[in-house]
C-alpha cells in the first residue's frame, strides 16, 4: 500500500503516481491490483492520471482491467460525488509496450 499526495502540475517534475509506485515497488510491491487518485478540487479540475503515469500504472498493474478509483477532495474530505472508477484499459486504450 502507498499513499499518494498530488498537487500541481505534472510539468513541475515526477507525478505522485510515479513516486508512490516507485515506493511500493521498492518495498516489493511489484503488481498493482488498484490505485486511487485523490486531489483537491480547488487545485486541479479532474483527478485523471497525466499519460506519462498512465503508462507507468499500464507497466505495473496485474492486468489491464486494473481499476484506477478518482475522487476530488475539499477540505480534506472527499467529494463522493467525484468518485470515478475506470479500468486502465479505459483511460489508457493504446498502452506503449516493448517487444518481448
Ligand atoms: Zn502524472
Known amino acids: 500500500m502507498a499513499v499518494m499526495l498530488k498537487a500541481g502540475s505534472p510539468d513541475w ?3 505522485a503516481e510515479r513516486c508512490a509506485i516507485d ?8 503488481k498493482i491490483l488498484e490505485i486511487a487518485v485523490v486531489t483537491e478540487a480547488e487545485t486541479l479540475s ?3 492520471p ?3 503515469c498512465l503508462q507507468y500504472i499500464y507497466d505495473f498493474s496485474k492486468d489491464s ?10 477540505n480534506g474530505k472527499i ?3 467525484t468518485v470515478e472508477v475506470r479500468s486502465i484499459r ?3 486504450p493504446y498502452p506503449y ?3 518481448e
Open 50 to 52: 497525466c499519460g506519462a
Open 13 to 15: 517534475g515526477v507525478c
Open 23 to 30: 515506493h511500493a515497488v521498492l518495498h516489493g510491491n511489484r
Open 46 to 48: 479532474n483527478s485523471k
Open 97 to 99: 509496450r516493448k517487444r
Open 65 to 74: 482491467e486494473t481499476e484506477i478509483i478518482m475522487a476530488q477532495a475539499r
Open 79 to 81: 467529494m463522493f460525488k
Open 90 to 92: 479505459e483511460l489508457l
